[in-house]
């Protein structure tokens, strides 16, 4: 599966709006994606820190499909425990989950 369908897979699954619309909803993309990965799922990126917070330039090429080699990076369809794993994030983070500021905090 290609990266970015992956993310979009997870970011419905965290039922979060993953429309790059607004600095806010980039912010919270780039954070929750941090947050993912430190779960214990994989997708490859590489974050370091910011402004504000974790960043990570490829994840911000392929989250704008911008045609790099990055956009085109094969992930997993599915990893270990992946539902428990997006659960158990999605619990811990309540209502924080939709706050761009609340992320970057955690």
């Given at each position: 599966?290609?990266?970015?369908?992956?993310?979009?897979?997870?970011?419905?699954?965290?039922?979060?709006?993953?429309?790059?619309?607004?600095?806010?909803?980039?912010?919270?993309?780039?954070?929750?994606?941090?947050?993912?990965?430190?779960?214990?799922?994989?997708?490859?990126?590489?974050?370091?820190?910011?402004?504000?917070?974790?960043?990570?330039?490829?994840?911000?090429?392929?989250?704008?499909?911008?045609?790099?080699?990055?956009?085109?990076?094969?992930?997993?369809?599915?990893?270990?425990?992946?539902?428990?794993?997006?659960?158990?994030?999605?619990?811990?983070?309540?209502?924080?989950i939709k706050s761009?500021?609340?992320?970057?905090?955690?």
């Amino acid at each position: 599966m290609i990266v970015k369908e992956k993310l979009d897979q997870i970011f419905e699954k965290l039922k979060v709006d993953s429309s790059l619309e607004t600095f806010s909803n980039r912010k919270l993309l780039q954070k929750l994606t941090y947050l993912v990965e430190i779960s214990g799922i994989d997708l490859g990126f590489r974050f370091s820190w910011y402004i504000h917070g974790p960043y990570d330039k490829k994840l911000t090429s392929v989250l704008y499909q911008d045609g790099t080699d990055e956009t085109n990076r094969v992930v997993n369809d599915i990893f270990q425990n992946e539902d428990v794993i997006l659960k158990k994030l999605r619990d811990f983070l309540g209502s924080d989950i939709k706050s761009s500021r609340n992320l970057e905090l955690i």
